[in-house]
């Protein structure tokens, strides 16, 4: 299962080589329900919550903050999803300049992520996204649907390369916020331990 399915022949595929969900002609896909968290469940350092050891990621440093990312999308209000979806809109820029900026941190956290050998379970997200998103009312307006897809993906990114920030110059503190401020800015801090900017 993927997020979205590329109409295009041959499919989008992002900066990497990768497909992307991010295609104009794409079609959503997204599946499956999911329980609930506490809304804090991105608490201070000292509760956090413990990771769910059954998850490919349950290595991660980040294991707890990505899981409760992606729990808390199923939760997520028809106002919220529409306010991270105009949020990422707004972070990739209106001129080329902007939007390759915000491209240049995704693809540093991708490289990051591949250098350390973690691609592997990052590439299982898509679908652990897409299947608690299933019953959400967000999810049947594609464009919607579409931008919350594309933040949560975003989020979890910076997540899973979180710790490894500034190990390589273009991976650092201004592309792990660029790509982390919409959630930031419409759910709250993506790690207990982020800074409020």
């Keep these: 299962m993927t ?3 590329c109409t295009k022949n041959p499919p989008c595929t992002d900066v990497t080589g990768h497909r992307t969900p991010v295609c104009p002609k794409a079609t959503s896909n997204l ?3 999911v329980s ?8 201070n350092s000292k509760s956090r919550k413990q990771p769910n050891p059954d ?3 349950a290595g991660n440093p980040q294991a707890a903050e990505i899981d409760s990312v992606i729990e808390r999308i199923s939760r997520l209000t028809m106002r919220e999803a529409r306010a991270l ?4 809109e707004k972070a990739f820029g209106t001129t080329e300049e902007e939007s390759d900026k915000f491209f240049a941190s995704g693809e540093a956290a991708v490289d990051m992520v591949e250098r350390k050998n973690r691609y592997a379970a990052l590439d299982t997200v898509g679908d652990v996204i897409a ?16 931008g919350v897809a594309n933040v949560t993906w975003d989020t979890v990114l910076c997540l899973f390369a979180r710790d490894l920030i500034n190990e390589k110059t273009d991976w650092n503190q201004e592309a792990y916020d660029a790509l982390t401020a919409p ?12 800074v409020v900017r």
């Excluded at 609930?36 to 608490?43: E, Q, V």
């Excluded at 979806?85 to 990422?88: H, L, N």
């Design 3 to 5: 997020l979205y399915t």
């Design 31 to 33: 599946a499956s329900s």
């Design 36 to 43: 609930k968290l506490k809304a804090d469940a991105l608490g």
């Design 55 to 57: 998850t490919a990621w």
């Design 85 to 88: 979806s105009k949020a990422r």
């Design 131 to 146: 299947d608690k998103a299933e019953n959400t009312a967000w999810n049947e307006i594609w464009s919607v649907g579409e």
């Design 183 to 194: 959630w930031a800015k419409v759910i709250g801090k993506v790690h207990p331990d982020d």
